[in-house]
């Protein structure tokens, strides 16, 4: 059965830095590329990073050059490392496998305000 448990976000300041982490249990982490995702209120949920099993990363336009993703096999565990905050990155992140699939965890809250 899989399970994903996101953890590490809070409230931050505008330019603040905080790092995300997602623990996967199942054999979703071995099977599929993964990626961490997010929702805004009133927004749909974007996906805004990926990586493969083998390493090769996307970003979607908004977090290039300041959000970077990264996994340990060994741990069954993907990150996303978020740097240089901004107001509109607010929203609920979670992670899951990419394309996704019909499983989510309760995602953590990041919130960047002053």
């Known amino acids: 059965q899989v399970q994903l448990v996101e953890s590490g976000g809070g409230l931050v300041q505008p330019g603040g830095s905080l790092r995300l982490s997602c623990a996967a249990s199942g054999s979703i982490f071995s099977i599929y590329a993964m990626g961490w995702y997010r929702q805004a209120p009133g927004k749909q949920r974007e996906l805004v990073a990926a990586i493969s099993s083998g390493g090769p990363t996307i970003y979607t336009d908004s977090v290039k050059g300041r959000f970077t993703i990264s996994r340990d096999n060994a741990k069954n565990t993907v990150y996303l490392q978020m740097n240089s905050l901004k107001p509109e990155d607010t929203a609920v992140y979670y992670c899951?496998?990419?394309?996704?699939?019909?499983?989510w965890g309760q995602g953590t809250q990041v919130t960047v305000s002053s």
């Open positions: 899951n496998a990419v394309p996704y699939q019909d499983v």
